[in-house]
């Protein structure tokens, strides 16, 4: 019985059965598993980057950027084609796109109007330079 202000005292209480630490979570294992773990981590990151496909948001949205670009100069390049060749002097036009220097072609198929869609106050980039190519590659 215990009374008031006394301490309850049992050696059953008083020996502490703490649970022993595994080895490898002690001292110098310790250190080896957070090492190992560390240098998992950074060569998880250098496969997975490198060769895994992995990228950061950034440059996949600069890739969704440059895919869909590409994706509109292709559509509308044709329909700067067909406006090129069912205008009233296509012929003579095309003879001076021929003449034209390769840098100065893409401006020659702007100036002409070719290259703007219907609707549309602006030339897409890059619409006149594969415009150009296009009509080069025509025989």
């Not at 950061?56 to 329909?79: C, E, F, N, Q, R």
């Not at 021929?98 to 219907?118: L, N, V």
Request: with cysteine; net charge negative; hydrophobic share 45%.
């Amino acid at each position: 019985m215990c009374l008031v202000g006394e301490e309850f005292s049992s050696p059953e209480r008083q020996e502490t059965n703490h649970m022993a630490m595994p080895q490898y979570l002690q001292g110098e294992s310790l250190t080896r598993l957070l090492q190992g773990a560390a240098v998992g981590f950074v060569a998880t990151l250098v496969v997975g980057f490198s060769w895994g496909g992995w990228m950061l948001g950034s440059s996949a949205s600069k890739m969704a950027d440059v895919t869909a670009k590409s994706a509109v100069v292709a559509a509308i390049a044709p329909i700067c084609v067909q406006q090129f060749q069912s205008s009233a002097e296509a012929a003579t036009n095309m003879v001076e796109l021929k003449k034209a220097d390769t840098y100065q072609q893409a401006t020659f198929i702007e100036k002409g109007g070719w290259a703007m869609m219907p609707g549309s106050t602006d030339v897409s980039p890059g619409v006149s330079q594969a415009c150009a190519k296009l009509l080069n590659d025509l025989k």
